[in-house]
């Protein structure tokens, strides 16, 4: 399983991407389908009380299927915009996966 680290510090890094959450269980099932769906990458959780920072160093993945796995139940990935009030990096989203990706340009 990928590292995953939590860190109520915020220790950070320029180049590190992925969602901003309200606290709660969708948050817990988004950063063990974030750890799933990014193999081999270091997965950094911020936990602020309120919300959590979930994010990985240049991109990081997650597909419906994974959370969909991790919740226990159907999920339509447009609902996680609800529950995202922030993120870092830029975005892409399709109908069955959302990318967060850094590019500096």
Known sequence: ???ATRDNHGE????WVGPVLRAGDLAESVARAIAEDNPGKRINILD???????????????????L????GH?????????EMPSFSGRLETRADEYVWYYRNS
């Open 1 to 3: 399983m990928n590292a």
């Open 12 to 15: 950070g890094s320029a180049n």
């Open 48 to 66: 602020r009380g309120d919300y959590v920072r979930i994010h990985t160093d240049q991109q990081c993945r997650l597909t419906r299927q994974t």
């Open 68 to 71: 969909e796995r991790q919740l």
């Open 74 to 82: 159907p999920y339509e990935l447009r609902l996680l915009e609800l």
